[in-house]
């Protein structure tokens, strides 16, 4: 004589289900409410009108998607682009070989030099730019420094140009492009660095063999984490680009809070968006194709 | 023998795979009873399922008569003792064995007694104070036993209670379960994948397979007659043979065979390997047209000798069915 | 394991190393050096001088906007850290969602300006007027992503085997979240905490969008300050809030340390 409950009933599981919704609840509700609709109200923003007071109106249309394939705003973008590429390259030159002389040190110096790494990150953005505005001026020190040396005699202008700003995008956003970089670094097994040279590759052919291609997701996650808040960025052109370098950041900015067009400033900023996924779901093939080994 | 625990067509599937296909099994008060099988078998899922950390799509599990999966966890009068031991490390032995007794609110006078009548059980009078991370393993896993005894359960269930420890331990641990077991009075639930682990310990065995039952008998049973092929072949050492019909075979127990003159016995072959194992010899012996050796066990030493031919002659076989149930 | 440790030493490395280090801290130092310095010009040395760390203590409009910050940072990160924590043992416990557990750290991810510019159209749109309370609840959303992301790591390798013996032996839910699953994350909590705590008080971008007119946090009273007027009482601040970084830096670095498995 066989029973085909259910186990317990739904009273048992109801109880069950307590535990996981107190748990991811609270969490899940503050993410809906300040997160999921904000995002959704930027997005369905793209679609309207601004409002004549600022704000917006509900008339909704596609001519904010027109406007923004205006040339003058194709050149903001490209510019941004631009600018942001050059400090994630410079970010990179300056940081592998700083995060493999890093991994190289003996392990209690390798925790000084992270800390050392990371201090100046949590020094206050503004601070770091600030610093840079002093340094860069034409009074400033490396202009000293510069005139001194000899390189050049006149006071020039290190301040206000797009240099400048490329300078101040990797001076704030370098620490990011150095630790995974020296994760990755640290992971590859020396094993097969000896069995490369072993093998007759010279020091040249296992870097660009063996070591460049392991630790390249530390390379592409360094570059996202530096490319991102770089293309967002509207402090450091502001600051050092003095106005006269603008980037999407500056433009998002400005129609938010200056020239009151929200839905525009809308588009601009879900085009990085789409950019940013573009760029995690290329992050995620290549860590795939690298660590997926035979089955990629 | 009362009944303690009885599972009724028990199922559970995740996703595709079938964990527990209709599991029907009881277990009786007192008993030292095992769950057996391959990786895979469904066995600690079953085990889970009664511990309350599994829910099965259907059927009834009983405790007493009582309806064992309408409770959560923490209010069966079951434990578990788990593969990894699952020793709070935060805590100390005793503060550990003490925590199951503090949930039920008992005195602390009575909780203190318990608690150093158990380690005295377990032979760990002296460690009361320690943490888990400075014992060694088999230290450790009493204590985990002791956490669970203490609570005086109906039933204790044990997940593979001797894969951490070494060989030697081992051995000593399986004797300590087992008067454990009787000095405390309470009924185990082994699940183990090691069949001389399950042969050695427990008064019954449920030998399982792809989530089935394929076979609830005691060892000895299960020894001399397996329900079909597969127990056969997962218990003990057998020699299989195309048996008389179709999808059968013929079991052969290694003991069963003597060594006869090539041409008396009904196969044929040649001495492969002999090893003299103190009071028994084991003889292997190459058989044309058969992929493993024969196995030979044979009391005291053997004559046998490496490359020359014997006959191979039994009287006790079983008949089996392939496939499972 | 760790590349090329079994070589020798650094070789050529050491050069750019050197530089990094250099190009780093430069900037940090200069601004460290001239906040001792007496005169006013950035340019010139006029003797050694405390003048502009008096002048700190005494800038009510500075002061002001450190209580705010603190205020606001203490506010979000209480909220962050309770939130976090039990999203992050319910993800470790009861989900195997990836797209979940990607969603649950997406605003650490997302650009700070795009949150910025969704949290002001959402608290326009809401009709709630901008205020400290506004950055402070902007603040924990993002903090919460990040407590997310250092517990859920420390969950990461163990199993529900020491929840699971809790239960077996009689515990409730909600006994065992308290007395097993929060000692077991303890450090991970307090490094989230802590982690969210800096991140707010540094933070620009987001407090500029949703701060009311007279809420002024520390990064937005320097950013007025970095833009109108070139007093040197941004190096005095510069060099305290570098001394802080680099304590705070080292007291986390401590806590994040992971648990050896015994």
Same mark, same amino acid.
């Given at each position: 004589?066989?029973?085909?409950? *259910?186990?317990?009933?739904?009273?048992?599981?109801?109880?069950?289900?307590?535990?996981?919704?107190?748990?991811?609840?609270?969490?899940?509700?503050?993410?809906?409410?300040?997160?999921?609709?904000?995002?959704?109200?930027?997005?369905?923003?793209?679609?309207?009108?601004?409002?004549?007071?600022?704000?917006?109106?509900?008339?909704?249309?596609?001519?904010?998607?027109?406007?923004?394939?205006?040339?003058?705003?194709?050149?903001?973008?490209?510019?941004?682009?631009?600018?942001?590429?050059?400090?994630?390259?410079?970010?990179?030159?300056?940081?592998?070989?700083?995060?493999?002389?890093?991994?190289?040190?003996?392990?209690?110096?390798?925790?000084?030099?992270?800390?050392?790494?990371?201090?100046?990150?949590?020094?206050?953005?503004?601070?770091?730019?600030?610093?840079?505005?002093?340094?860069?001026?034409?009074?400033?020190?490396?202009?000293?420094?510069?005139?001194?040396?000899?390189?050049? &005699?006149?006071?020039?202008?290190?301040?206000?140009?797009?240099?400048?700003?490329?300078?101040?995008?990797?001076?704030?956003?370098?620490?990011?492009?150095?630790?995974?970089?020296?994760?990755?670094?640290?992971?590859? &097994? &020396? &094993?097969?660095?000896?069995?490369?040279?072993?093998?007759?590759?010279?020091?040249?052919?296992?870097?660009?063999?063996? *070591?460049?291609?392991?630790?390249?997701?530390?390379?592409?996650?360094?570059?996202?984490?530096?490319?991102?808040?770089?293309?967002?960025?509207?402090?450091?052109?502001?600051?050092?680009?003095?106005?006269?370098?603008?980037?999407?950041?500056?433009?998002?900015?400005?129609?938010?809070?200056?020239?009151?067009?929200?839905?525009?400033?809308?588009?601009?900023?879900?085009?990085?968006?789409?950019?940013?996924?573009?760029?995690?779901?290329?992050?995620?093939?290549?860590?795939?194709?690298?660590?997926?080994?035979?089955?990629? | 023998?009362? !009944?303690?625990?009885?599972?009724?067509?028990?199922?559970?599937?995740?996703?595709?795979?079938?964990?527990?296909?209709?599991?029907?099994?009881?277990?009786?008060?007192?008993?030292?009873?095992?769950?057996?099988?391959?990786?895979?078998?469904?066995? !600690?899922?079953?085990?889970?399922?009664?511990?309350?950390?599994?829910?099965?799509?259907?059927?009834?599990?009983?405790?007493?008569?009582?309806?064992?999966?309408?409770?959560?966890?923490?209010?069966?009068?079951?434990?578990?003792?788990?593969?990894?031991?699952?020793?709070?490390?935060?805590?100390?032995?005793?503060?550990?064995?003490?925590?199951?007794?503090?949930?039920?609110?008992?005195?602390?006078?009575?909780?203190?007694?318990?608690?150093?009548?158990?380690?005295?059980?377990?032979?760990?009078?002296?460690?009361?104070?320690?943490?888990?991370?400075?014992?060694?393993?088999?230290?450790?896993?009493?204590?985990?036993?002791?956490?669970?005894?203490?609570?005086?359960?109906?039933?204790?269930?044990?997940?593979?209670?001797?894969?951490?420890?070494?060989?030697?331990?081992?051995?000593?641990?399986?004797?300590?379960?087992?008067?454990?077991?009787?000095?405390?009075?309470?009924?185990?639930?082994?699940?183990?994948?090691?069949?001389?682990?399950?042969?050695?310990?427990?008064?019954?065995?449920?030998?399982?397979?792809?989530?089935?039952?394929?076979?609830?008998?005691?060892?000895?049973?299960?020894?001399?007659?397996?329900?079909?092929?597969?127990?056969?072949?997962?218990?003990?050492?057998?020699?299989?043979?195309?048996?008389?019909?179709?999808?059968?075979?013929?079991?052969?127990?290694?003991?069963?065979?003597?060594?006869?003159?090539?041409?008396?016995?009904?196969?044929?072959?040649?001495?492969?390997?002999?090893?003299?194992?103190?009071? !028994?010899?084991?003889?292997?012996?190459?058989?044309?047209?058969?992929?493993?050796?024969?196995?030979?066990?044979?009391?005291?030493?053997?004559?046998?000798?490496?490359? !020359?031919?014997?006959?191979?002659?039994?009287?006790?076989?079983?008949?089996?069915?392939?496939?499972?149930? | 394991?760790?590349?090329?440790?079994?070589?020798?030493?650094?070789?050529?490395?050491?050069?750019?190393?050197?530089?990094?280090?250099?190009?780093?801290?430069?900037?940090?130092?200069?601004?460290?050096?001239?906040?001792?310095?007496?005169?006013?010009?950035?340019?010139?040395?006029?003797?050694?001088?405390?003048?502009?760390?008096?002048?700190?203590?005494?800038?009510?409009?500075?002061?002001?906007?450190?209580?705010?910050?603190?205020?606001?940072?203490?506010?979000?990160?209480?909220?962050?850290?309770?939130?976090?924590?039990?999203?992050?043992?319910?993800?470790?416990?009861?989900?195997?969602?990836?797209?979940?557990?990607?969603?649950?750290?997406?605003?650490?991810?997302?650009?700070?300006?795009?949150?910025?510019?969704?949290?002001?159209?959402?608290?326009?749109?809401? $009709?709630?007027?901008?205020?400290?309370?506004?950055?402070?609840?902007?603040?924990?959303?993002?903090?919460?992503?990040?407590?997310?992301?250092?517990?859920?790591?420390?969950?990461? $390798?163990?199993?529900?085997?020491?929840?699971?013996?809790?239960?077996?032996? $009689?515990?409730?839910?909600?006994?065992?979240?308290?007395?097993?699953?929060?000692?077991?994350?303890?450090?991970?909590?307090?490094?989230?905490?802590?982690?969210?705590?800096?991140?707010?008080?540094?933070?620009?971008?987001?407090?500029?969008?949703?701060?009311?007119?007279?809420?002024?946090?520390?990064?937005?009273?320097?950013?007025?300050?970095?833009?109108? $007027?070139?007093?040197?009482?941004?190096?005095?601040?510069?060099?305290?809030?570098?001394?802080?970084?680099?304590?705070?830096?080292?007291?986390?670095?401590?806590?994040?340390?992971?648990?050896?498995?015994?």
């Amino acid at each position: 004589m066989t029973t085909t409950k *259910q186990h317990g009933g739904i009273g048992a599981r109801l109880r069950r289900g307590v535990e996981p919704a107190v748990l991811l609840g609270p969490g899940l509700l503050f993410y809906a409410v300040l997160v999921a609709v904000p995002v959704l109200l930027v997005t369905g923003y793209m679609f309207a009108t601004r409002g004549r007071f600022g704000g917006v109106e509900w008339e909704l249309g596609l001519d904010n998607f027109t406007r923004v394939t205006d040339s003058v705003y194709l050149e903001v973008f490209r510019e941004s682009l631009g600018l942001a590429l050059l400090a994630t390259l410079l970010a990179l030159l300056i940081g592998y070989p700083t995060a493999y002389a890093i991994a190289k040190l003996p392990p209690r110096w390798r925790t000084v030099a992270l800390v050392l790494v990371v201090v100046p990150f949590w020094t206050n953005f503004l601070i770091r730019v600030y610093a840079w505005i002093v340094l860069l001026n034409s009074q400033g020190l490396l202009n000293d420094l510069l005139v001194g040396i000899g390189v050049t &005699d006149d006071r020039f202008t290190l301040l206000y140009t797009p240099g400048a700003v490329v300078v101040g995008l990797v001076y704030s956003y370098l620490p990011l492009m150095i630790l995974p970089l020296y994760a990755a670094i640290e992971k590859v &097994d &020396d &094993d097969l660095l000896e069995a490369s040279a072993d093998l007759g590759a010279g020091r040249v052919r296992t870097f660009l063999g063996v *070591q460049l291609p392991l630790t390249l997701p530390g390379v592409v996650t360094g570059s996202i984490l530096v490319f991102v808040p770089s293309l967002g960025n509207f402090v450091v052109p502001e600051l050092l680009g003095g106005g006269k370098t603008v980037m999407v950041g500056n433009l998002i900015r400005d129609q938010f809070l200056k020239a009151q067009d929200w839905p525009f400033g809308s588009v601009l900023a879900m085009m990085v968006v789409v950019l940013l996924v573009l760029l995690f779901l290329g992050q995620a093939w290549v860590t795939r194709r690298v660590e997926g080994g035979a089955r990629g | 023998m009362t !009944t303690l625990l009885e599972v009724q067509e028990v199922s559970r599937s995740f996703g595709d795979v079938r964990a527990l296909d209709d599991v029907s099994l009881s277990i009786a008060e007192n008993e030292f009873f095992a769950l057996l099988g391959p990786s895979g078998c469904g066995k !600690t899922t079953l085990l889970r399922s009664i511990a309350g950390f599994e829910h099965p799509d259907s059927g009834a599990v009983l405790l007493g008569g009582a309806d064992l999966l309408a409770l959560p966890p923490n209010k069966r009068p079951v434990n578990l003792m788990f593969q990894s031991y699952a020793l709070f490390p935060h805590l100390s032995v005793a503060a550990n064995i003490a925590y199951g007794l503090k949930r039920e609110r008992l005195a602390k006078a009575e909780i203190a007694q318990r608690v150093a009548e158990v380690l005295d059980t377990v032979g760990l009078g002296a460690m009361a104070e320690r943490r888990p991370a400075q014992l060694s393993g088999g230290q450790r896993q009493r204590v985990a036993l002791a956490r669970a005894i203490v609570k005086r359960p109906r039933l204790l269930l044990l997940d593979e209670p001797l894969s951490a420890l070494d060989r030697k331990v081992r051995a000593e641990m399986q004797l300590e379960l087992k008067r454990l077991q009787h000095e405390v009075g309470i009924t185990f639930v082994v699940v183990t994948h090691d069949q001389e682990e399950a042969m050695s310990m427990a008064d019954r065995i449920a030998v399982l397979a792809a989530g089935r039952v394929q076979q609830v008998a005691t060892p000895l049973e299960l020894y001399r007659q397996p329900a079909n092929l597969f127990v056969a072949d997962f218990i003990g050492t057998s020699n299989l043979l195309p048996g008389p019909g179709d999808g059968e075979h013929l079991v052969v127990r290694p003991e069963a065979v003597r060594l006869v003159a090539p041409g008396e016995g009904r196969l044929e072959g040649t001495v492969a390997d002999t090893q003299f194992q103190g009071g !028994t010899s084991s003889v292997a012996v190459d058989v044309p047209g058969r992929e493993r050796p024969f196995l030979v066990t044979l009391p005291g030493a053997t004559e046998a000798v490496r490359g !020359t031919s014997v006959g191979l002659a039994w009287e006790d076989a079983v008949v089996v069915r392939e496939g499972l149930a | 394991m760790a590349s090329g440790t079994r070589r020798s030493g650094l070789g050529w490395l050491w050069l750019p190393l050197v530089l990094c280090a250099a190009f780093l801290y430069l900037p940090i130092l200069v601004l460290v050096v001239m906040s001792f310095n007496g005169g006013g010009s950035a340019y010139s040395w006029d003797g050694f001088s405390l003048r502009w760390y008096d002048e700190l203590l005494h800038d009510d409009v500075l002061l002001e906007s450190v209580v705010t910050s603190l205020g606001i940072a203490a506010g979000a990160t209480v909220i962050a850290t309770v939130l976090g924590t039990l999203l992050a043992v319910g993800l470790a416990r009861h989900t195997r969602s990836r797209l979940l557990e990607a969603a649950a750290m997406a605003p650490a991810i997302l650009p700070d300006l795009v949150l910025a510019i969704g949290l002001l159209s959402f608290f326009y749109a809401a $009709g709630i007027p901008k205020s400290a309370g506004t950055v402070l609840l902007a603040h924990a959303a993002f903090g919460t992503a990040f407590v997310v992301a250092v517990v859920r790591s420390r969950l990461a $390798g163990s199993d529900a085997a020491l929840e699971e013996a809790s239960r077996d032996l $009689g515990a409730g839910a909600l006994s065992t979240f308290v007395l097993i699953t929060l000692p077991s994350i303890a450090p991970a909590v307090v490094a989230g905490a802590l982690l969210v705590f800096t991140l707010s008080l540094d933070e620009f971008v987001i407090a500029y969008f949703t701060a009311g007119p007279t809420t002024k946090t520390l990064p937005i009273t320097v950013y007025s300050m970095v833009r109108t $007027g070139v007093t040197p009482e941004i190096n005095a601040l510069a060099t305290v809030l570098v001394v802080v970084s680099v304590v705070v830096v080292v007291v986390a670095a401590r806590a994040i340390r992971p648990k050896e498995k015994s």
